[in-house]
């Protein structure tokens, strides 16, 4: 009895010491691994498990909103838990049939029955999610941007601000309850307006480190079952191994799926077309089946000759993408939305809604698209709003989305006792790599909505020690500096005292997260879509960049180390009548202010604060206007030189304006503006 004691005392012991290791880390090398791989190899499946919770949360919300897209009520309240409950406003209400309903009332206009052209969706947007430390339950805070209508009756806007919780029911992630405060709503032809006198903070339920660390360590009083034996513990590491190899490939195939969407973008038809296997196919429903890369590139070209041309936009946002990873982990399908914001000529501007289904093998480490489906939704002017104007082919998939929202389960591998250590070590860095992708967006997210409410303690908190931070002159360094220059800048945060009639929602969507082998830093593109909600004017969009922010692992955080160097304007809405793609007033172009070559710089710096690295161009930081990179002297409806982080992920293409490292082009940048001026002397 005694030594069973004695045993048991040990084995806590081990679990003890086990769980003081730090988020993100592999577990730690040496004899624990060989005297008990059991008590390691569960951990790990455990931690495995919490971290996929992250990804689960954001799929069950696609997948909510893709049903609601196309009607699909009772699939969707099926994703609510058993005992759910909604807040909207002084709305409350409890249970699946009166959710069912609720989701009738407010995006289908009280009619159950899906009509043609009727539109029901609701954009959800920059995700920031949080487990909770039992692993059983998340909050999420979510951008709504809502859309409904029906063609030839009415068209509306509405959206705010989401803060919803989950739980984990019977092994399944389910909605819990969603906290709705709308912050705007309007009929299409007028816009929206603010729904009240003022725009109030909405609460926060997470800190800036809990962004940066959404799965947190195993508390010390969950339990951890062990495996009954070696062969038990062996083949829990293989299954591990599966999932992890799953997570790996589906942020893979996600990043793949955005790029594409940067590509489309900016009628690069050959980066586009290099993503496709040789003999892919490319169907656009209803209008045609194309074959292979010159079948994709004929497809791509429906929209024009490669390349942007003047007073042009071409954006096709990449939203609620879901990803199955089928077993061995060489095949996946993804399937979400591709909203469309696009200008053919000056003038004219158009809505477009697309569902889009892709297929993805990898062949010989390398992901590729081998097919994809385009299902045409909507496209209707700009100018009359998609009740007096919708037009193309509709088209509806398939809406058995269950294969999107399953938990990973791979085929494992067979079980090898051999390398337990070995295998540990690289699966707890697969671990510490998928972690770093869900931390970097969450953080990403945050930013922005810390920038909407001026939250600048949160925003350079955010931020690691060092990191960097444009602002009007230059770059400021350090949180100190950072702080300095956003509360001189800016005006103070909302309060009780000084209520808020305005916001500038600065929505960071569609990421391209590049984590480096070691999970130690990470850099992330981010498209702006970015729209202005008032108490007295109708909103307007705006759209941009964030090419090449990075993020760091600082003290067990997920921060970023660049933060918000923005590459804007690709176009600008003035007002909501005229919209993007119309002349100014006068009959000119909205042309950008010149972006003119800089004088010297005070030591004070414009905002009276020292800059600690002045950019080379006033009111601009991004390489693309920098020394060597081509300047540029006005904004859309002139084409400005979109600059990239990456080569091409399949051929390896380097695209005209590659930056891989801001910090690195900023300097190389300054050197050639000092050679130059030497010359110039």
């Known amino acids: 009895m005694r030594e069973r004691r004695g045993a048991a005392l040990v084995r806590w012991c081990m679990l003890a010491l086990f769980c003081l290791l730090p988020f993100g880390s592999a577990p730690a090398r040496g004899a624990d691994k060989a005297d008990m791989p059991g008590l390691a190899i569960a951990r790990l499946a455990l931690d495995t498990e919490r971290s996929d919770a992250i990804r689960q949360i954001k799929r069950l919300e696609y997948a909510h909103?893709?049903?609601?897209?196309?009607?699909?009520?009772?699939?969707?309240?099926?994703?609510?838990?058993?005992?759910?409950?909604?807040?909207?406003?002084?709305?409350?209400?409890?249970?699946?049939?009166?959710?069912?309903?609720?989701?009738?009332?407010?995006?289908?206009?009280?009619?159950?029955?899906?009509?043609?052209?009727?539109?029901?969706?609701?954009?959800?947007?920059?995700?920031?999610?949080?487990?909770?430390?039992?692993?059983?339950?998340?909050?999420?805070?979510?951008?709504?941007?809502?859309?409904?209508?029906?063609?030839?009756?009415?068209?509306?806007?509405?959206?705010?601000?989401?803060?919803?919780?989950?739980?984990?029911?019977?092994?399944?992630?389910?909605?819990?309850?969603?906290?709705?405060?709308?912050?705007?709503?309007?009929?299409?032809?007028?816009?929206?307006?603010?729904?009240?006198?003022?725009?109030?903070?909405?609460?926060y339920h997470f800190l800036p480190s809990q962004a940066g660390r959404p799965v947190?360590?195993?508390?010390?009083?969950?339990?951890?079952?062990?495996?009954?034996?070696?062969?038990?513990?062996?083949?829990?590491?293989?299954?591990?191994?599966?999932?992890?190899?799953?997570?790996?490939?589906?942020?893979?195939?996600?990043?793949?799926?955005?790029?594409?969407?940067?590509?489309?973008?900016?009628?690069?038809?050959?980066?586009?077309?290099?993503?496709?296997?040789?003999?892919?196919?490319?169907?656009?429903?209803?209008?045609?089946?194309?074959?292979?890369?010159?079948?994709?590139?004929?497809?791509?070209?429906?929209?024009?000759p490669a390349g942007l041309r003047y007073g042009q936009v071409n954006d096709r946002m990449q939203l609620h993408m879901i990803?199955?990873?089928?077993?061995?982990?060489?095949?996946?399908?993804?399937?979400?939305?591709?909203?469309?914001?696009?200008?053919?000529?000056?003038?004219?501007?158009?809505?477009?809604?697309?569902?889009?289904?892709?297929?993805?093998?990898?062949?010989?480490?390398?992901?590729?698209?081998a097919a994809m489906t385009i299902y045409p939704m909507m496209r209707s002017d700009y100018y009359q709003g998609w009740a007096r104007h919708w037009t193309g082919p509709q088209a509806r998939p398939d809406n058995d989305i269950a294969a999107y929202l399953k938990q990973a389960a791979m085929a494992a591998p067979p079980s090898d006792r051999t390398a337990i250590a070995a295998r540990l070590d690289a699966a707890g860095l697969s671990l510490a790599r998928a972690r770093a992708y869900d931390a970097t967006e969450n953080i990403s997210s945050a930013l922005g909505y810390y920038l909407d409410d001026f939250q600048w303690h949160a925003f350079s908190d955010s931020m690691t020690v060092d990191g960097w931070k444009p602002r009007l002159d230059g770059y400021y360094v350090g949180r100190d500096a950072v702080y300095r220059s956003m509360t001189q800048a800016y005006i103070p945060a909302p309060s009780p005292t000084s209520l808020r009639t305005n916001i500038r929602a600065h929505i960071r969507t569609q990421p391209v997260i590049d984590v480096a082998a070691d999970a130690k830093t990470a850099k992330i593109r981010t498209r702006l879509f970015l729209y202005t909600i008032d108490t007295e004017r109708p909103g307007s969009f705006h759209s941009g960049m964030y090419p090449n922010d990075m993020a760091a692992l600082e003290e067990g955080v997920w921060k970023l180390s660049v933060a918000g160097a923005i590459d804007e304007k690709y176009f600008q809405s003035d007002n909501y009548k005229d919209g993007w793609a119309r002349p100014a007033s006068d009959g000119s172009p909205r042309a950008q202010s010149a972006a003119a070559p800089m004088g010297p710089v005070s030591a004070a710096g414009r905002l009276g604060n020292p800059i600690d690295f002045p950019s080379q161009v006033k009111f601009a930081s991004m390489p693309t206007r920098l020394a060597g990179f081509g300047r540029t002297s006005a904004g859309w409806p002139q084409i400005r030189p979109m600059w990239f982080a990456y080569p091409n992920p399949v051929s390896g293409r380097i695209p005209e304006h590659y930056c891989p490292d801001l910090r690195s082009c900023e300097a190389d940048a300054a050197r050639r503006a000092a050679q130059a001026a030497d010359i110039a002397r």
């Open 65 to 203: 909103a893709q049903l609601l897209q196309y009607g699909a009520w009772d699939e969707a309240a099926s994703l609510y838990s058993e005992k759910a409950g909604i807040i909207s406003g002084e709305e409350r209400l409890s249970g699946r049939d009166a959710i069912r309903q609720w989701l009738i009332a407010t995006l289908g206009y009280g009619d159950a029955t899906p009509h043609a052209k009727s539109l029901h969706v609701r954009l959800m947007l920059q995700p920031v999610i949080t487990l909770a430390d039992d692993g059983e339950s998340a909050t999420g805070r979510w951008t709504e941007l809502t859309m409904t209508g029906r063609f030839g009756e009415r068209a509306d806007w509405a959206g705010g601000t989401q803060v919803n919780r989950y739980v984990r029911e019977n092994g399944v992630w389910k909605i819990a309850a969603v906290h709705r405060h709308e912050q705007f709503a309007g009929p299409y032809e007028q816009g929206w307006l603010a729904t009240g006198d003022a725009l109030p903070l909405i609460p």
């Open 216 to 304: 947190s360590d195993i508390p010390g009083g969950i339990p951890i079952a062990l495996p009954a034996s070696d062969d038990e513990a062996v083949d829990l590491l293989s299954r591990t191994e599966a999932n992890l190899a799953a997570m790996t490939a589906e942020q893979d195939v996600l990043n793949l799926r955005n790029v594409y969407g940067y590509y489309i973008d900016r009628k690069m038809w050959d980066d586009a077309v290099d993503l496709f296997e040789p003999d892919a196919r490319f169907t656009i429903a209803g209008v045609g089946d194309y074959r292979g890369r010159a079948g994709v590139r004929r497809a791509v070209e429906r929209d024009g």
């Open 323 to 369: 990803a199955d990873v089928a077993a061995g982990a060489d095949e996946a399908r993804v399937r979400g939305l591709q909203f469309g914001i696009i200008t053919p000529a000056l003038g004219e501007a158009y809505w477009e809604l697309e569902t889009v289904e892709s297929r993805f093998i990898r062949r010989g480490g390398t992901w590729r698209i």
